[in-house]
């Protein structure tokens, strides 16, 4: 049967994010509430999600960058934000997120040598995501007028730069001879030889990671409580092991060395499964040949829709009191 992805791990972190939450919250608080600038939204997001990583890609040398995106393997990640805003000018936001996360050599075009390499190695992996971050929200054109309460644009642009957590867990794929595809956890198949004493440089890899959330956005102010946000944010990350691929394959008589009989036979035959589009006939690769790519880590980024309502009274703001001391009376007729 196949194997489900737990969904354990995202309830964790979900209620890690909503600890940050209201840390942060309390934090603020302490820090700017009794300025009457200070403001606070809530809001969620959704949007398609992209892996860049060692499999898949596109025409050419296979790269980490935008190059390599491969559309057809676009998933949905869905979120949840709280973002506190001192002034106009800057906000802390606490977010938490879930997606996933394709990568699959087989759809690879097939153009030139360079790509076919990549297709004939035929490997895939998936992968459910969950992530928590705190970031900082930069507004540029509203920090040049910091000091003019009259320049409240319904349009403004920011930068995002923060830090967060996220968990994954590779799997990849079998396919019989009937045509059924089962699905295997990879970590625990040691496909690189992560934590065998022959390749003491190759750790196994930790499955909840630090990434460098990293983006542009547009906000847009409906009205003094609703706002929409169109967001790209990069995730940096700090592995190259999402796709469970980074550097050469091994022998697969390790596997029987150090794995379970049963895990042995999976990780054989799941680890290298290679098709002979360039060179024919070709049934596995030797030890050392290049897999992957360690020279570069693994990212994934989102392209979100933003959706936020500002949280209690709004009278206090500089756009109300803006409006506010337009309509007074004035002392002299």
């Not at 009794?34 to 809530?42: I, L």
């Not at 491969?70 to 869905?78: A, G, I, S």
């Not at 394709?102 to 990549?118: A, H, M, P, Q």
């Amino acid at each position: 049967m196949t194997k489900r992805l737990p969904f354990n791990y995202q309830s964790k972190l979900i209620l890690l994010a909503t600890a940050i939450f209201f840390s942060i919250t309390g934090f603020s608080q302490s820090l700017i509430f009794g300025n009457e600038n200070t403001r606070m939204e809530a809001g969620l997001n959704i949007g398609p999600l992209f892996f860049l990583g060692d499999l898949g890609g596109h025409a050419g040398k296979g790269t980490h960058g935008l190059k390599d995106l491969n559309l057809p393997l676009t998933k949905v990640m869905k979120g949840a934000f709280l973002t506190v805003y001192p002034n106009d000018w800057l906000g802390v936001r606490a977010a938490a997120c879930i997606g996933k996360l394709d990568g699959n050599d087989g759809i690879i075009d097939t153009k030139g040598v360079n790509e076919l390499w990549r297709k004939q190695r035929n490997l895939d992996f998936r992968t459910n995501l969950a992530e928590g971050y705190i970031a900082a929200e930069i507004f540029p054109l509203m920090l040049l007028n910091k000091n003019h309460e009259d320049y409240q644009p319904r349009f403004r642009p920011y930068g995002v730069l923060g830090v967060g957590v996220f968990h994954f867990n590779p799997q990849g794929s079998l396919t019989d001879s009937n045509g059924i595809t089962k699905w295997y956890y990879l970590r625990p198949l040691h496909t690189e030889g992560e934590g065998f004493p022959e390749y003491p440089n190759r750790k196994e890899y930790a499955l909840t990671q630090i990434n460098i959330p990293i983006g542009l956005g547009a906000k847009y102010f409906i009205s003094d409580n609703v706002n929409v946000s169109l967001e790209f944010l990069y995730r940096k990350t700090f592995t190259d092991y999402i796709d469970d691929v980074s550097t050469t394959y091994i022998d697969p008589s390790l596997f029987y060395k150090y794995l379970s009989p049963q895990n042995a036979l999976i990780a054989s035959q799941i680890y290298d499964k290679v098709i002979g589009y360039v060179t024919p006939g070709v049934v596995a690769y030797p030890p050392g040949t290049q897999r992957g790519d360690p020279s570069q880590m693994d990212a994934y980024f989102s392209v979100s829709l933003k959706f936020a309502i500002r949280l209690g009274s709004v009278i206090g703001d500089s756009y109300n009191r803006s409006v506010t001391s337009h309509m007074r009376c004035p002392a002299r007729f």
